[in-house]
């Protein structure tokens, strides 16, 4: 079966901190990554998405690939007590259909 | 740009009763489009894929005569709780996407609550 491990946290960090989300999965033919963002009662909102082995960054927000390790990573500069939400790893098994497979999700605190 | 709605954002039903939530794409045409379930403090669940103009494809576990959804155009989905229990009560969300894309985008989501 094939699966997206998170922790669930919650990761607490002071404002102003670097917050670090990981995300493993299972699949070794997964060819697509998504980070999402769901805060409380609402739906997932895309942060960021990565294909390749590396880095891709957007603003405060890096996401790393380590595809070898199967392993994925959201980096978040600078937190703000508004990035407070459940961050969702989603990942694209590769096998055409195009669904994705959903973590747990981590929930992130930032203290003011 | 890649904006989905759904309607209604919350429902409240009796048992017994069927349940119609729509999904819609409003600035592009969403070859494919997702329905998920999530319970409270859990994550989403994948219950059904539907292409347009074809027959929705279910995960397994997820009955396909009780969820009926139907892709009629390409910018419209719609999922049909049929003889809705209290325990389809839960948070549906669909996400949409193109056909040269990867990227799911979702809807705010359908809270159902079956008394």
């Known amino acids: 079966q094939k699966e997206v491990e998170q922790n669930s946290g919650p990761l607490s960090v002071p404002e102003g901190a670097i917050a670090s989300l990981n995300c493993t999965y299972s699949?070794?033919?997964?060819?697509?990554f998504f980070w999402y963002r769901q805060y409380s009662g609402k739906s997932p909102e895309l942060i960021m998405s990565?294909?390749?082995?590396g880095d891709k960054e957007d603003g405060r927000f890096t996401a790393q690939l380590n595809k070898a390790s199967q392993y994925v990573s959201l980096l978040i500069r600078d937190s703000q007590p508004s990035d407070s939400a459940t961050y969702l790893c989603?990942?694209?098994?590769?096998?055409?259909?195009?669904?994705?497979?959903f973590g747990s999700g981590t929930r992130l605190l930032v203290r003011p | 740009g890649a904006v989905v709605s759904q309607h209604p954002s919350r429902v409240i039903c009796k048992s017994g009763t069927s349940v119609k939530i729509e999904c819609r794409s409003l600035d592009f045409q969403a070859t494919t489009m997702f329905w998920y379930r999530q319970f409270p403090k859990q994550s989403l669940m994948l219950m059904a894929t539907s292409n347009e103009g074809s027959k929705a494809t279910y995960e397994q576990g997820v009955e396909k005569d009780k969820f009926l959804i139907n892709h009629a155009s390409l910018t419209l989905s719609t999922l049909t709780v049929t003889s809705a229990h209290p325990e389809d009560s839960s948070f549906y969300i669909c996400?949409?996407?193109?056909?040269?894309?990867?990227?799911?985008?979702f809807g705010p989501g359908t809270r159902l609550l079956v008394l």
């Open positions: 699949d070794r033919g997964s060819q697509s």
């Open positions: 990565i294909y390749s082995n």
């Open positions: 989603a990942v694209n098994p590769g096998d055409s259909s195009y669904k994705l497979i």
């Open positions: 996400s949409a996407k193109t056909g040269g894309e990867e990227t799911q985008y």
